[in-house]
Structures are given as structure tokens and as C-alpha cells.
């Protein structure tokens, strides 16, 4: 049985999970094998280039730590870092 994935830390300049507060990096800590594939809008493009200039991360991985954040927040464990309630995106 693998342990649960890192929950992700949200701070006010930014998301960060294990694989983005260890490297600074382009390159990706995924290890799943399945791709997948979206179509957005320029707007929506713009705000993903501009999450993953601001991590250091390439767009996939970008990708991924939105999903860090939504499967955190469906497991109860997404907390504001200054009072420390619990987040759900809803």
C-alpha cells in the first residue's frame, strides 16, 4: 500500500507541494503514465503560463498541482494557512 500523496500547501505567493518546494526545476516528479489533454481559452492559457513561471514547473505539472489542490480539498485536507480552517472547492 503506497502512503498518501503530499497535501499541497497553499501561501500568499502561492501553491507548493513536495515536488515544487524541492526543486526549482522544469522537470517533472510525476510518476503516472496516462496522459491527458485539454482545450482552453488564451485567458486560461495566460493564467496557467503564469502559475508555472511563478512555481518553476512546467504546464503539465502546473496541471497537476491544481489536481493536488482539488483532491486535497475532497479529502478534507486543504487548510488557509493563516487561520488554519479547512478549504473545500466547491
Do not use: F, H, W
Not at 7 to 21: D, K
Amino acid at each position: 500500500m503506497s502512503p498518501p500523496p503530499p497535501t499541497p500547501v497553499l501561501t500568499e505567493y502561492g501553491l507548493y507541494s513536495a515536488n515544487t518546494m524541492e526543486s526549482d526545476t522544469q522537470e517533472s516528479q510525476c510518476t503516472g503514465s496516462i496522459p491527458v489533454s485539454t482545450r482552453v481559452d488564451r485567458g486560461m492559457v495566460s493564467v496557467l503560463d503564469t502559475a508555472a513561471e511563478r512555481e518553476g514547473v512546467c504546464r503539465s505539472e502546473a496541471v497537476r498541482l491544481v489536481l493536488d489542490v482539488l483532491e486535497a480539498s475532497e479529502r478534507g485536507g486543504l487548510e488557509c494557512p493563516d487561520c488554519g480552517e479547512k478549504l473545500e472547492l466547491l
